[in-house]
T-cell receptor
Framework: DTGVSQNPRHKITKRGQNVTFRCDPI?????LYWYRQTLGQGPEFLTY????????KSRLLSDRFSAERPKGSFSTLEIQRTEQGDSAMYLC????????????FGPGTRLTVT | DQQVKQNSPSLSVQEGRISILNCDYT??????FLWYKKYPAEGPTFLIS?????DKNEDGRFTVFLNKSAKHLSLHIVPSQPGDSAVYFC????????????????FGQGTILTVHP
């Protein structure tokens, strides 16, 4: 399977704990995106990387959120001191920088903060 | 500020008939539009796209129409099949001169399509 993969698929955590999610993009893609989706809404952009450089961050991405893509391959998204409002589906996508503009999504990580 | 809107939360269609899903946008910078389909517990799957230099793009049973002056696009599915039942998202992007995308996609809220046998 050469699609986008995300781990874990589900995460239940207590409020105040830190969590980290991993995304492995399609290997030929140099762009990697993180989105968040809550019930009844479309995915909302959080941040994206081109190779290892983080090029844009949404204002939705508070100081408790940090993302990295250290070698331009996989990426991690960390949420510190989780709050109940962080409960959502966290989606990762990848694409080429230029040419085809479609982004290909992974299955997502469902976070539940209790 | 909802820059991409799908005003119909749900649509129910009989198998074999046409499904028409609508999407409106407000940001004039958007010049590339995409439709995604999402099944429960899966990520969105790319379906079809259209550039602002076109007004129609067709791929099998799926056709997307773009009306730039009205800032409106629609997805037609003909004939509809029960397996098409899913949530459909409209998304928009801006492309820089030279062909590089600005990166992020802006999504609508989604429309739940149910195709009855």
């Amino acid at each position: 399977d050469t699609g986008v993969s995300q781990n874990p698929r589900h995460k239940i955590t207590k409020r105040g704990q830190n969590v980290t999610f991993r995304c492995d993009p399609i290997s030929e893609h140099n762009r990697l995106y993180w989105y968040r989706q809550t019930l009844g809404q479309g995915p909302e952009f959080l941040t994206y990387f081109q190779n290892e450089a983080q090029l844009e961050k949404s204002r939705l991405l508070s100081d408790r959120f940090s993302a990295e893509r250290p070698k331009g391959s996989f990426s991690t998204l960390e949420i510190q001191r989780t709050e109940q409002g962080d409960s959502a589906m966290y989606l990762c996508a990848s694409s080429w920088q230029q040419g085809a503009y479609e982004q290909y999504f992974g299955p997502g990580t469902r976070l539940t903060v209790t | 500020d909802q820059q991409v809107k799908q005003n119909s939360p749900s649509l129910s269609v009989q198998e074999g008939r046409i499904s028409i899903l609508n999407c409106d946008y407000t940001n004039s910078m958007f010049d590339y539009f995409l439709w995604y389909k999402k099944y429960p517990a899966e990520g969105p799957t790319f379906l079809i796209s259209i550039s602002s230099i076109k007004d129609k793009n067709e791929d099998g049973r799926f056709t997307v129409f773009l009306n730039k002056s009205a800032k409106h696009l629609s997805l037609h599915i003909v004939p509809s099949q029960p397996g098409d039942s899913a949530v459909y998202f409209c998304a928009a992007s801006a492309i820089r001169a030279g062909g590089t995308s600005y990166g992020k996609l802006t999504f609508g809220q989604g429309t739940i399509l149910t195709v009855h046998p």
